[in-house]
């Protein structure tokens, strides 16, 4: 009797809840695109005409469109348009010291503009004050990239770049990682400038033994094959995978250990020519291999390699990027610039060279299953490599280089994502995951150049129309 009276009151409460429910009213987005092309980078397909619904920086609903209207505080028309998650730009940097400072937070409206969403700095000495940006832009007060940082770079004693922590024993190298570690940086970027062999294979070890991630550039006097080994989770540039395809890698290393000892020792540049020579088709199909298996990402930077390989010859004067960046920064192009105008005509005759080799390798790592990261490499001191337009230049390189356009999408965002442990939460278009999204005026899938045609970006679920972006960037062109 008591279940019975129970079940009927809950019955009658049910009833009446249902009556006293208001009509049902549509909820209210702060964001919708509606009548979109979406663009799946996993799968490389389309889905025409679908509705991207966004609350409180999460998309929230995604899937046809309907007849319906979704009221929402602002909406973009995506007829004709296509919606692919925000870029990232996988190998950027802020530095220069203080007095760049504010000339380096300027570059984050560059990246936004070109529909760069998230950035990894890859190493700088302005560290606190890139916690600070990041949590301006989590606080909706400052427009720009999410921001992955490796906090200053480890290197070994007299390092090139000021602020690197400098290890030469493993107890060095704890201390580093200690600091690393108490500034909660998202990874560990490693230079060789100075690092010995020992120190920077110890580096990865102590890391991987910490839960943190390492990517690098590499010793010549190290095989790129131990540094997977241990446990290295992207190579920067392709230097260190080229040299790794050479099928006298050994004895080219061992030739680089034993000048260590001399007043001579030979760099990764006066090797390169030896490396070239000795390319081997089946030596980098096993490397490639090896990295797949490993899960060790490539970051190419194909395009701060084609701007520096011309850097002699072609005239920069005019490129109208210039306008945007401060010229405090601007100055620091000279170091580079120089260096390039004191190559003999052979030595750069081989740069040209070396970058049209390096094109070769893209398409056989992607074949291989290596994981590979769009990243620019833009930045003070890196000359002409603007930020932002260089990511989309670093695009197109990708796709001429062999990728088609869905991989070289890919590498500028799942892929990115995926490295950084965050891909259920961002990378693609899905409910739930972040709203950072770039809406296209032509498909990228056709003809990738077409990342170039922006229409909006959304950052953090807020939306900037073109008018916008151009508004971001009058505010940081120079005057
Ligand atoms: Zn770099």
């Known amino acids: 009797m008591l279940n019975f009276r129970l079940l009927c009151s809950l019955g009658a409460a049910a009833l009446l809840s249902s009556f006293a429910l208001p009509p049902t009213t549509p909820p209210r987005y702060d964001l919708v ?92 000495d302005m560290t606190p004050s890139i916690f600070q940006w990041r949590r301006e832009e989590a606080a909706g007060t400052l427009a720009g990239p999410r921001i992955f940082t ?22 060095q190298v704890s201390k580093a990682l200690d600091s690393l570690q108490h500034l909660k940086v998202d990874y560990v970027k490693i230079y060789d400038s100075k690092i010995s062999g020992a120190a920077y294979l110890s580096t990865i070890t102590q890391a991987e033994q910490r839960g943190m991630k390492t990517t690098g550039h590499m010793p010549y006097s190290v095989t790129l094959g131990e540094a997977i080994a241990r446990g290295l989770d992207a190579t920067e540039h392709l230097y ?76 920069h004067a005019h490129d109208t990027l210039r306008a945007y960046i401060d010229p405090k920064i601007q100055r620091t192009y000279t170091r580079r610039l120089a260096s390039a105008r004191q190559q003999s005509p052979t030595a750069q005759a081989f740069t040209k060279k070396l970058e049209v080799k390096f094109m070769t390798l893209i398409p056989q790592m992607q074949a291989a299953g290596v994981t590979i990261l769009a990243g620019s490499d833009s930045g003070p001191f890196n000359s002409f490599t603007y930020p932002g337009a260089s990511l989309q230049e670093e695009l197109l390189l990708l796709v001429q280089a062999g990728l088609t356009p869905a991989q070289a999408l890919r590498a500028a965002t799942i892929n990115g994502a995926q490295f950084m442990g965050v891909a259920a939460r961002t990378g693609t278009i899905a409910v739930g995951k972040d709203a950072d999204l770039l809406l296209l005026s032509a498909n990228p899938l056709a003809n990738i150049a077409n990342v170039k045609k922006i229409d909006a970006v959304v950052s953090r679920g807020k939306a900037y129309s073109a008018s916008a972006l151009a508004a971001l960037l009058r505010s940081i062109k120079n005057r």
């Not at 770079?153 to 770049?161: E, L, N, Q, S």
Request: proline share 6%.
């Open 33 to 124: 695109i509606n009548h979109v092309t979406l663009i799946d980078v996993v799968s490389g397909q389309l889905r025409p005409n679908q509705v991207v619904a966004v609350t409180q920086g999460k998309i929230v609903r995604v899937g046809p469109a309907g007849q319906g209207s979704y009221p929402a505080k602002q909406q973009l028309d995506g007829t004709g348009r296509y919606l692919m998650p925000g870029l990232w730009d996988m190998h950027v940097h802020f530095r220069g010291g203080d007095t760049l400072i504010a000339a380096n937070k300027k570059s984050l409206a560059l990246y936004l503009a070109h529909g760069i969403t998230t950035v990894r700095d890859a190493g700088g």
């Open 150 to 171: 490796s906090g200053p770079k480890i290197d070994g004693p007299g390092a090139t770049w000021p602020g690197s922590l400098e290890v030469e024993t493993p107890a």
């Open 240 to 315: 260190y995978v080229f040299k790794a395809c050479s099928s006298k890698e050994d004895s080219l290393t061992a030739l680089v250990q034993a000048s260590l000892k001399t007043t001579k020792p030979l760099g990764l540049f006066a090797l390169l020519p030896a490396v070239y020579d000795t390319y081997s088709p089946a030596t980098a199909t096993r490397i490639f291999q090896q990295m797949a298996a490993h899960h060790t990402a490539a970051v190419p930077t194909l395009a701060i390699g084609t701007t520096l390989a011309s850097l002699a010859t072609n005239d």
